[in-house]
């Protein structure tokens, strides 16, 4: 083993260390650079994608604000965009659905009514009646709702999105379609929001729609879904058939009927009648009665104070398979023409009613009626099986309008072309 003094060894050291420095020094200078260069990369990175993020961000906004302000039928230029602070704007969605609301929601209004009851002592005494919701059709008061709102009611009353509670006077109802038109007078100075009519014939299933009410008393809700289905015929529980009935899954509870149904314009197309539920509650299927309906109706009743509707001057009796059996009728449904009016517009067309009396059911309960007569299976080529889509024929149909019948008559079918005379 070699052995080295001190002074050799300090020396060694200090050449080490001194060979160590340049050494470091040279590698510092050729490897800071491209530290520094690698820093200077990574922040134009970060830079570069937060520019392309906000381009994105300012593309989608900006194609988002032009479809919205492109689409008149979904929104107004308007309110296209709807800002809160910043750079923050909804969805053109939730923009639609603020814009209907702030439009019309004041046009809707909360129905309460009173009934007599009695009393222990059998004494007539007011009693708190239900409640829906109506719409403000016109500036002078008038409001647009279900029949079966106001059912039974000795007093209506019609409470404002500001509080303030009318006395309505009913101008009109329909039960056929179960609607009613109500009045109010409002004082001369106030400035009424009303719905404006939309067109109903022009729905398409997929439709967005929004519907506006009071369901359990909560005033002025808003709720949204799709028309689901057009055309549906529903009987209400009057066993009349309304025809073309509005089907939504919009939610509709207790106290949304009379309401608005309404599209993403603010325009009505519909007024919510009736829900299908087994819980009492929406379960997704709502229905509503085709606006388009709600202006003819509203039309009749504001000029003859009731819905005029033509009618066939014939007595007539629903066939059964009873009634056929005994009766011994080539067909087991239709209606049985009893007695034809004379010299009416029916007897004219050349409809006959049966010579054969007989009696039907017992004691209070029974009644008289021929047999023999012509048997009606078909209006306007529609199939009658019961006296409901009798009235569902000729809902629509005006005193003096022309209709086909299709009878049976000694075993042989017939046309028949009859001038409807007015319903009493």
């Known amino acids: ?124 005494i007011p009693m708190e009646g239900g409640s829906g919701s109506g719409s403000i059709i016109d500036d002078s008061g008038l409001v647009l709702t279900n029949t079966h709102v106001i059912n039974d009611a000795s007093k209506i009353f019609v409470s404002l999105y500001d509080g303030s509670q009318y006395e309505a006077k009913i101008i009109g109802i329909d039960r056929e379609n179960d609607l009613a038109v109500l009045k109010f007078s409002p004082p001369k100075n106030m400035n009424l929001t009303t719905i404006k009519f939309g067109d109903s ?3 398409k299933v997929g439709q967005r729609v929004l519907a506006i009410g009071n369901p359990f008393g909560l005033e002025r809700t808003l709720t949204d879904g799709i ?13 009349n058939i309304i025809k073309g009935m509005i089907q939504t899954d919009t939610a509709i509870n207790p106290g949304n009927s009379g309401g608005p149904l309404i599209d993403t314009r603010g325009r009505m197309i519909g007024i919510n009648t009736m829900i299908y539920s087994t819980s009492g509650s929406s379960a997704g299927v709502g229905f509503a009665v085709p606006v388009n309906t709600a202006k003819r109706v509203v039309a009749d009743i504001l000029k003859y104070g009731k819905v005029r509707r033509g009618s066939i001057d014939a007595e007539l009796v629903q066939v059964s398979s009873r009634l056929a059996e005994y009766a011994k009728l080539p067909v087991a449904y239709g209606l049985l023409v009893s007695e034809v009016s004379r010299g009416s517009n029916a007897a004219k067309a050349g409809l006959k009613g049966g010579t054969e009396k007989v009696r039907s059911g017992y004691g209070i309960h029974s009644s008289i009626f021929f047999i023999g007569g012509d048997i009606i299976t078909h209006i306007n080529g529609k199939k009658i099986k019961r006296l409901s889509d009798y009235y569902s024929a000729l809902e629509d149909k005006k005193p003096s309008d022309l209709v086909e019948l299709t009878i049976v008559r000694n075993r042989k079918e017939l046309k028949l072309k009859i001038v409807l005379s007015e319903r009493q």
Do not use: C, W
């Open 1 to 124: 083993m070699k052995l080295y003094s001190r002074a050799q060894t300090i020396g060694f050291i200090f050449i080490t260390a001194v060979f160590v420095g340049i050494a470091g020094f040279f590698t510092g200078k050729s490897f800071a650079p491209q530290t520094e260069d690698a820093s200077a990369n990574k922040k134009t990175e970060i830079e570069l994608e937060n520019e392309t993020s906000a381009g994105k961000v300012n593309k989608v906004n900006k194609d988002q604000n032009s479809d919205i302000a492109q689409d008149s039928n979904l929104i107004e230029p308007s309110a296209a965009l709807v800002q809160t602070s910043g750079d923050y704007a909804y969805s053109q969605v939730e923009a639609q659905n603020i814009f209907v609301y702030e439009q019309v929601n004041e046009a809707v209004v909360n129905i309460t009514t009173q009934t007599m009851g009695i009393n222990f002592f059998l004494e007539p």
């Open 201 to 203: 014939s022009h729905l």
């Open 227 to 239: 028309v689901s289905a057009l055309g549906r015929p529903i009987q209400n529980d009057k066993n």
